[in-house]
């Protein structure tokens, strides 16, 4: 299936007081940029087809891709000034880079690529700022079997709040940690069919257009995942993922432990 990427937003959660002007999936997580995990996870279950949807720091993505050393997280031999590589990255990847605009909302992006899905009936997609280990595979499998239109991934609520039930006249009746309640939160890893496109309007948004009404229906799939999942979507979040790699804990790299994946 193909995997479109949105790539276009401004990030702003993600700047710092120097007014960063990197855009939030070219920030850097080890030795490669957040969108480079993410599409990595990706290919490692055997889809290798993506669409970029571009629009803020369009030119830096385009960048990373037309300068692409493989060399810098690959095993190679140097001989006479000739590299010969040991491993590759992305020789297998096809890319396509698509301008959706400066200030659409993520509905719209995705109808500005929708030609580019072809007559594909079911496609993935993402928020390109979220790194999980939820075995895409099996979230294929799921969401086949329920027959809905669509489906995204649900994690716990990550947040460390809590909830407080308080009466009209301020009597606090009971304090609740956020993640003890039986709720849980969209995370940003979706299965689609192009039937979505029958229900998204121009300048829509995908959560609230799409998969609101199909939830409305009972035609939307949650896939429930309880293990690693982690939102890059503030600067001190990226810190914190990029501060972990650098100790070796990185359980979103499903590619360094385990057998690729060939969808069937």
């Known amino acids: 299936m193909k995997v ?7 990030g702003m959660r993600m700047r710092n007081d120097r007014h960063d002007e990197i855009p939030k999936p070219m920030q850097m997580v080890g030795p490669r940029p957040l969108l480079w995990h993410i599409m990595k996870y990706y290919a490692h279950y055997g889809h290798t087809e993506f669409i970029l949807c ?26 006479d000034n000739r590299i010969e590589m040991l491993h590759t990255d992305i020789s ?26 072809g007559g594909d009936p079911f496609f ?3 928020y390109a700022d979220v790194l999980t280990d939820a075995p895409l595979d099996r979230m294929i499998e799921r969401y086949h079997e329920s027959g ?12 460390s709040f809590h909830c407080v039930n308080v009466a009209d006249n301020g009597e606090i009746k009971e304090i609740i940690p956020v993640g003890n309640l039986p709720i849980f939160e969209n ?31 009972g035609r939307l799939f949650g896939y429930r995942h309880d293990g690693f999942w982690k939102p890059a979507d503030t600067f001190k979040e990226r810190a914190e993922l990029d501060d972990n790699y650098a100790r070796g804990l990185h359980p979103w790299t499903v590619w360094e432990s385990e057998q690729s994946v060939v969808p069937s």
């Open 187 to 217: 995370g940003g890893y979706f299965v689609l069919s192009q039937e979505i496109f029958d229900l998204l309007p121009p300048g829509g948004d995908l959560v609230a257009d799409v998969c609101g009404t199909l939830a409305g229906q």
């Open 54 to 79: 571009l629009g803020y720091g369009a030119t830096k993505i385009k960048e990373f891709f037309l300068d692409y050393h493989e060399e810098q997280s690959n095993d190679f031999v140097m001989h």
């Open 124 to 126: 993935l997609a993402n």
């Open 148 to 159: 809905a239109a669509a489906s995204m991934l649900v994690v716990p609520p990550q947040s």
């Open 92 to 117: 297998d990847w096809s890319i396509t880079f698509v301008d959706t605009g400066l200030e659409s909302a993520i509905g719209e992006r995705l109808r500005r690529v929708r030609d580019h899905l």
């Open 4 to 10: 479109v990427l949105f790539c276009g937003g401004y």
